[in-house]
C-alpha cells in the first residue's frame, strides 16, 4: 500500500513540474459592455468592438446597410466599459508567474483587476503584458477595461500642438487610421478588446521572443543563429534546443539574450509565387531545467534572401528586389482592412483573398499604412502562398508628432510588431508610412492651415525625426542592424515631379485624381509603381447588399450613393465611361461597363509597366479588397467576388504574355518572361479577323529571337497600314500568338484598333451546354465581346473575349441552376 501511494505521489509530482507553462484564454469568459454614462450591462463578445455588440443587442442598426452609417456617428464620442467575472484556482496560484496579455486593446483605456488599476493604455498595436499574480485571489475575481472616446483624446492631445495638424485628431490617435473614414471606406471609429485575452502561468523562466537570423541560406547546409530573449525567475543552469538539438546555457535573473546556431542539411529555398516552391521548415525551440520542457516556441521560416537594388542609371536610379539572388519583377496589389470591424476578419477570409492573389499570377502585396498590423493568419497565408509582403508601419496621410511620449508609444508599436512578425519568409520590406512625405510637401496643408514658416519648419523637423531616425534606429534595435530593408515613404516623390518617374517607388494618380486619360499610363511609367488605380462598381450581389429591405437598383438611389464615399466618383467614373463606352441607361448594364471600364484602365496601366522592364521592376495596382460594400478601387468586393478588373489582372500577370503597342504608325510586339525558362526562340504570328469571323490574312516574325529567362524581348514591328489595309479599324482585330521554335503556343493575346465604343459588333449567338453541376461550355457565332456571366458563385473565367466560331469551358465553384449571360453588344443596343 505504501509503495502505491509513493508512486503516484512521485507520478503528480512529475506531472506538475512538466506543466511549467500554461495560457487560459479568457475570450470566452462572460464578458459585458455598457456605456460609460449608464449602469445597466449587456452580454458582450471578446474579441469585439463595441459597434458590433451595439449591433447584437440592436442599439443601432447595421452601419453597411441603407445610410445607416451616419445614424451610428453618436458612438465615437461615448466611453464605454467592458467587464468579466472569471475564476482562479488554488492550483493556478501555486504557479511562481501569471501575466495577463491583452494582444489588442482600442485604443485609450484603463485595465483594473478586482478594482485595482493594473495599467493605461494608448495604442492600440501594441501587445500589453502586465504581472498579475499579486492581484489574484482563489474564486472570482474580476477583470475590467474602461474605454475613452478616441475622438475626444485625441482631441485633448491635439491642443498640446501650437499650430492645426491636418487630419486633427486622428493622427494623435495610435489606432487604425481608416477607421476616421477614407474615400472608399465609412467612418467608424469604434473600441474594444479587439485581439486576445489570456492568463500566462509560468515559473522559472519562459522564452519571450525568437529572432532567426539567416546568416547563409544557398550553401550546404544553410546556416542560421537562433537569438532568444529568456526571462528567468532565478538564475542557473538550463538547456536550450532547435528541433531537439541541445545546448547547455546559463541565465540570470532577469533578462537574457541567447544565441545558438542551427543548421538545415541540403535546404531547399522559399521562392515566390511563379518562381517554384514556397518552402517552409518548422523550428521548434525549448527550453529545458532539469531535463523537462519548461518553455516552448515554434516558428515556421522559408530560406530565402531579399534585397532592395537602387543603383544609379543612365535615367535615374533603379528600383527593384532582388529574391534569392535573382531580380524579381513584383506584380501584385495594395491590401487593407478587409472589415471595418477587424474582429470579424476570419480565417478563411484572409485565406481566401490571399488565394485570390497567387491565382492571379502575384508575388507581392502591399499592406497599406492607414489599416493594422494584420493578424498572423494574413502573414502564415502569405508565407504559404509565396506572397512577399511590402508592410508599411501605420501611419497614413496626415502630420504627426514627435513629441517624447509619442515616440516612446511608437517605440514600443515598432518592438512588438517586428517580433511579432519579423521570421515570417513573406515580410520582404518595412516602410515608414503612406503618402507623408506627399502630403507635407505636395498637399498644401501649411496655406490651409496658415502655418508659420517656423510651424512649416517644425512639421518637416518632425518628418524626419520620426520616419527618418527614430523608426529605423528602433527597427535595427530589435532585428539585428542592417537585417530588415527600411524604406521611410511610399511614395518616395509625389506625382507631380518627374524625379517621381525615375527613381524610388511611385503612386502615379495622374489619371482618376488628375482625370488624364488611360493612355497616360504609356507615358507615365515609373521605376516601381506602387499605387495607381480606378474604381469600379462591385459585383450585383455586394450591391444588392447595401440595402437592409428590397434592393432599390438606381444610380440615383440614396442607398447606393452612400456606398460611394469619393465625392466625385460617380461623376469622374461617367466622364471616363463617355470616352470609352456606350452609357447604359440600365442599372446591371452600367454595373458591368463600369467593371470593364476599370478594367481597362488598369490593364492599360500593367501592360505599359510591363513593356518597360527592367527600367520599371513593380507594378502593384490599388487595391486588392474592400472593408464593406462600396463603390471603389478594389479588384475583389466585400462579399469577396471578383469584379472585371481580377480576371483582367490574372491574364495580364501571367508569367509569359505577348503584348502590344501603337506607336508611330507602328504595331510593336513585346515578349516578357518572368519565369526562369529560357526560350532560344520565339516567333510572333497573327491572324486578321473580322467580328463575324471571316480571316483576312495572318502575318508574323520570320525569324525568331532569343527570350532569356526573367527577360523580354521586341520583335520588328508591322506597319498598322499595312495590318489594317482597306479594312475599317473598327471591324477587325488581332488573334496573336508567341511561339516556340517546335511552335508551342507560349502567349496569347488580342488587339483591337478602335476604343470599345467604336466597335462595330453584331450580335452574338451565345450558347451555354452544361457539361457537369459545376462545369458549362459557352461558345459564340461571331466576336462576343468581355462575355459577362451572371450567377452567385464564382466562376474560373468571366469578363472575357469568345472569339468568333469559338467555345470555352468554365469551371462553377457550386452547382447553379440559371446562368444569365451578356456581351458588351448588349450595353451597345438597349
Known amino acids: 500500500m505504501f509503495n502505491k501511494y509513493f508512486i503516484l505521489f512521485i507520478s503528480l509530482l512529475s506531472f506538475t513540474i512538466k506543466s511549467q507553462t500554461s495560457v487560459r484564454n479568457l475570450n470566452q469568459e462572460k464578458w459585458q459592455f455598457k456605456n460609460a454614462k449608464e449602469t445597466s450591462w449587456q452580454a458582450a463578445t471578446v474579441p469585439g468592438t463595441v459597434h458590433l455588440d451595439l449591433l447584437d443587442h440592436q442599439v443601432i442598426p447595421d452601419p453597411y446597410k441603407d445610410e445607416n452609417e451616419k445614424n451610428v456617428q453618436w458612438v465615437e464620442n461615448e466611453d464605454w466599459d467592458y467587464q468579466a467575472s472569471f475564476k482562479i484556482s488554488p492550483e493556478e496560484l501555486e504557479n511562481q508567474n501569471v501575466d495577463l496579455v491583452f494582444n489588442g486593446l482600442d485604443t485609450f483605456s484603463e485595465i483594473y483587476l478586482n478594482g485595482k488599476r493594473l495599467k493605461k493604455t494608448d495604442n492600440m498595436f501594441r501587445k500589453w503584458e502586465i504581472p498579475v499574480k499579486q492581484y489574484l485571489k482563489t474564486g472570482d475575481n474580476v477583470l475590467q477595461v474602461k474605454f475613452r472616446s478616441s475622438v475626444n483624446a485625441g482631441k485633448e492631445l491635439a491642443k498640446k500642438v501650437p499650430f492645426t495638424m491636418p487630419e486633427s485628431p486622428r493622427s494623435f490617435a495610435r489606432k487604425a487610421q481608416y477607421q476616421f473614414g477614407w474615400d472608399w471606406g465609412p467612418r467608424l471609429v469604434t473600441a474594444g478588446i479587439w485581439k486576445d485575452v489570456q492568463l500566462n502561468f509560468w515559473n522559472r523562466a519562459k522564452i519571450k521572443n525568437v529572432r532567426i537570423e539567416q546568416k547563409t541560406v544557398t550553401g550546404k547546409p544553410a546556416e542560421l543563429q537562433i537569438h532568444t530573449e529568456i526571462i528567468a525567475q532565478r538564475a542557473g543552469k538550463y538547456s536550450i534546443s532547435v528541433n531537439k538539438n541541445i545546448q547547455n546555457i546559463s541565465l540570470k535573473q532577469g533578462a537574457n539574450t541567447v544565441s545558438v546556431p542551427y543548421q538545415i542539411k541540403n535546404p531547399k529555398l522559399w521562392q515566390p509565387n511563379g518562381w517554384g516552391e514556397p518552402k517552409l ?174 510651424d512649416s519648419l517644425q512639421v518637416w523637423k518632425d518628418y524626419k525625426k520620426l520616419f527618418h531616425e527614430f523608426i529605423p534606429q528602433t527597427l535595427d534595435e530589435v532585428a539585428g542592424k542592417g537585417q530588415a530593408i527600411y524604406w521611410p515613404s511610399s511614395p518616395s516623390i509625389g506625382w507631380g515631379h518627374k524625379e517621381s518617374l525615375t527613381e524610388g517607388d511611385s503612386h502615379y494618380w495622374g489619371v482618376w485624381w488628375g482625370e488624364q486619360p488611360f493612355e497616360i499610363y504609356n507615358e507615365k511609367v515609373p521605376r516601381f509603381a506602387s499605387e495607381y488605380g480606378f474604381q469600379g462598381m462591385p459585383g450585383l450581389e455586394a450591391v444588392k447588399s447595401m440595402f437592409s429591405g428590397k434592393p432599390d437598383l438606381s444610380l440615383e438611389n440614396p442607398t447606393i450613393k452612400a456606398h460611394e464615399k469619393n465625392s466625385r466618383g460617380f461623376q469622374i467614373i461617367d466622364e471616363y465611361m463617355k470616352r470609352d463606352y456606350t452609357v447604359p441607361k440600365d442599372f446591371v448594364k452600367y454595373n458591368y461597363v463600369s467593371q470593364l471600364l476599370q478594367a481597362r484602365g488598369m490593364q492599360t496601366a500593367i501592360e505599359a509597366h510591363r513593356r518597360a522592364k527592367p527600367y520599371n521592376m513593380g507594378t502593384l495596382y490599388w487595391q486588392l479588397n474592400d472593408c464593406w460594400p462600396v463603390i471603389s478601387w478594389s479588384s475583389v468586393d466585400y462579399l469577396g467576388n471578383w469584379k472585371a478588373l481580377h480576371y483582367q489582372v490574372k491574364r495580364s500577370f501571367e508569367g509569359q504574355v505577348v503584348l502590344t503597342e501603337e506607336k508611330g504608325g507602328m504595331l510593336n510586339f513585346y515578349g516578357i518572361n518572368d519565369d526562369f525558362m529560357k526560350f532560344n526562340e520565339v516567333y510572333v504570328n497573327f491572324d486578321i479577323i473580322k467580328f463575324n469571323g471571316e480571316k483576312l490574312g495572318s502575318a508574323g516574325t520570320a525569324e525568331g529571337k532569343g527570350l532569356n529567362d526573367n527577360g523580354i524581348v521586341k520583335f520588328d514591328p508591322f506597319s498598322l497600314e499595312e495590318i489594317i489595309g482597306s479594312s475599317d479599324r473598327n471591324e477587325v482585330f488581332l488573334n496573336i500568338h508567341m511561339k516556340d521554335k517546335n511552335q508551342k503556343i507560349i502567349a496569347r493575346s488580342t488587339h483591337f484598333f478602335a476604343k470599345p465604343k467604336d466597335l462595330k459588333l453584331t450580335k452574338p449567338n451565345l450558347k451555354i451546354r452544361k457539361i457537369s453541376s459545376t462545369e458549362i461550355e459557352i461558345s459564340t457565332d461571331v466576336l462576343a465581346k468581355d462575355v459577362y456571366l451572371i450567377g452567385d458563385v464564382h466562376f474560373s473565367d468571366n469578363f472575357f473575349d469568345l472569339l468568333p466560331k469559338m467555345s470555352k469551358r468554365i469551371i462553377l465553384s457550386k452547382p447553379l441552376g440559371k446562368i444569365e449571360v451578356m456581351s458588351l453588344w448588349d450595353t451597345m443596343n438597349e
Open 281 to 454: 521548415y518548422d523550428l521548434k525551440i525549448a527550453l529545458y531545467k532539469d531535463s523537462e520542457i519548461i518553455s516552448d516556441v515554434t516558428e515556421k521560416i522559408g530560406l530565402r534572401t531579399v534585397e532592395l537594388v537602387q543603383e544609379k542609371d543612365a535615367e535615374g536610379k533603379s528600383f527593384y528586389f532582388k529574391v534569392n539572388g535573382k531580380p524579381l519583377y513584383a506584380k501584385g496589389t495594395n491590401w487593407i482592412p478587409s472589415d471595418s470591424f477587424t474582429p470579424r476578419i476570419t480565417k478563411e477570409k484572409y485565406r481566401k483573398l490571399i488565394r485570390d492573389c497567387k491565382e492571379a499570377n502575384m508575388n507581392m502585396i502591399r499592406v497599406w499604412g492607414g489599416g493594422i498590423y494584420e493578424d498572423e493568419e494574413f502573414y502564415r497565408a502569405c508565407d504559404e502562398n509565396g506572397i512577399l509582403v511590402w508592410q508599411d508601419f501605420m501611419f497614413a496621410g496626415s502630420f504627426y508628432p514627435s513629441d517624447e511620449d509619442f515616440l516612446n508609444n511608437v517605440k514600443e508599436e515598432v518592438k512588438d510588431q517586428v517580433k511579432r512578425l519579423q521570421n515570417h519568409a513573406s515580410i520582404a520590406l518595412w516602410c515608414g508610412n503612406n503618402e507623408i512625405d506627399e502630403a507635407i510637401v505636395n498637399w498644401g496643408y501649411q496655406k490651409q492651415f496658415k502655418y508659420s514658416r517656423e
